[in-house]
């Protein structure tokens, strides 16, 4: 049973896989409600959640600070695997923050997929919406919506099963995840087909599920580009495992976990596709995530059980 849901890389690929994966994830402003509550001179985050999700399908992580160089982000493009934009409530237009720092790794990124270099990109929530501002060349493109504290099944669109991110998902995991509640929802803001339509990203992205919101407006839940490794979600699949917030509705069945590590294990497999590493053992020790220690947030109301706070 279990090998029929995971999703294995195919022996006759013939790519060389990088069995030692980093992924690099992107860190972001306090929030007003984080700073009252964590004071501190702390300058960006990551959840810790992420950090689990990563290490949990085989790999490594970098934590990646906000408000820094531009070499700074092309160098970590040129070290790590993939890249990870996570959830949160970071603004878009802030002056070096968040989606400062997510436009230089988006522009390096897609650099290196267009000289034949494999490098996957990945958006979550926030980070799914930060996807389609960073095509849309910084142009918000979200509509306002109602599904924050939800968790829902997910509608697949017409040839999901051709899409990356599907194609290898076995029938039980599919099955669950169009007839179960396991994808949560805590978003304000959703892109619409029509969005991406106006926005003229259609040509290059693919929806391959949807669903709706409380008030019947119908959103993209999934999507990835046509060309590229980039996808985005507007769930949180590593909620499932690692959030336990008692008035947060996240989905912690045994089901709801399969589906969480189906969507670990296949961005994990993209970056083993990718080669980079760092320059050398020692800056590569530098940079992982464990330098730094986790911060137990749930106690205080967070929505976070554990934060890795960061004052460089």
Known sequence: MESQLLPVLPASTGLHLNDRPII???????????????????TSYVPASYVKYIEAAGARVVPIKINRTASYYENLVNSVNGILFPGGAASFTAIGGYSAAAWELYHHAILKNQAGVYFPVWGTCLG?????????????????????????PLQFKPGYNTSRLYANASDAILKILTSENVTANFHHFCITEANLTQAKLDSDW???????????????????????????????????AYEWKRTNNNPHTA???????????????????????????????AALIYNYQATYTGQHGSAFEQCYFFTD
Request: glycine fraction near 4%; hydrophobic fraction near 35%; charge should be negative.
């Open 255 to 285: 089901n709801a976990i399969l589906v969480q590590q189906y969507f670990a294990n296949f961005f994990v497999n993209e970056a083993r596709k990718n080669s980079h590493q760092f320059p050398s053992p020692e800056e590569e020790d």
């Open 128 to 152: 799914f919406e930060l996807l389609t501002y960073l095509a849309a060349q910084r142009e918000d493109i979200r509509t306002d919506c109602e599904a924050d504290n939800v968790a829902m």
């Open 24 to 42: 690099g994830i992107l860190s972001q402003e306090l929030s007003v409600y984080m700073q009252e509550k964590f004071p501190g001179n702390y």
């Open 206 to 240: 693919r929806v391959t599920a949807v669903n709706k919101d409380t008030q019947g407006l119908e959103f993209v839940s999934s999507f990835e580009h046509k060309q590229y490794p980039i996808y985005g979600v507007q769930f949180h699949p590593e909620k499932n």
